[in-house]
Nanobody, 128 residues
Framework: QVPLMESGGGSVQAGGSLRLSCVPS??????????MVWFRQAPGKAGVAVST????????YYADSVKARFTISRDITTNTMYLQINSRKPEDPAMYYC???????????????????WGQGTQVTVSS
C-alpha cells in the first residue's frame, strides 16, 4: 500500500490553475506528520521542493519560482494536503510528489532526504 496518494494532475493551459491533493493511506492522519512537502521533477532535471508546510504553527515555505502562484494547505477535516497551482508557467509541468516526515527538527527541510514517506506522484502537463 502506497503511504501517500496524490491526485489532481492533468493538463493545464498557460496561466491556468490546477489543484493537487495528497491523502495518506489507511488510517493515517495528516496530523501525524510534522512536515509535508510537494516536490516536482521534470524530465532530465533534478527534483526540487516547491513548497512545505509544518504542523507547528502552519509555517509554509515556497520556492522562489512558485511564490505568489502556488498555495500549500492542509485540511484536517478532509485529511488531505493540497497544492493550488495558479498562473501556470512553462517550468511548472512535471511529476509532482508529496512526501511527509514525522519528526520535527525546528523547521521543515526542503531536501528530499528528510522525508521518508512518499507518494507515487501525479503528472502535470501542458495543454495547448
Amino acid at each position: 500500500q502506497v503511504p501517500l496518494m496524490e491526485s489532481g494532475g492533468g493538463s493545464v493551459q498557460a496561466g491556468g490553475s490546477l489543484r493537487l491533493s495528497c491523502v495518506p493511506s489507511g488510517y493515517t492522519r495528516v496530523s501525524t506528520f510534522a512536515c509535508m512537502v510537494w516536490f516536482r521533477q521534470a524530465p532530465g532535471k533534478a527534483g526540487v521542493a516547491v513548497s512545505t508546510i509544518s504542523t507547528i504553527g502552519g509555517t509554509t515555505y515556497y520556492a522562489d519560482s512558485v511564490k505568489a502562484r502556488f498555495t500549500i494547505s492542509r485540511d484536517i477535516t478532509t485529511n488531505t494536503m493540497y497544492l493550488q497551482i495558479n498562473s501556470r508557467k512553462p517550468e511548472d509541468p512535471a511529476m509532482y510528489y508529496c512526501a511527509a516526515a514525522i519528526e520535527y527538527s525546528g523547521s521543515c527541510n526542503s531536501n528530499s532526504y528528510a522525508y521518508g514517506i512518499w507518494g507515487q506522484g501525479t503528472q502535470v502537463t501542458v495543454s495547448s
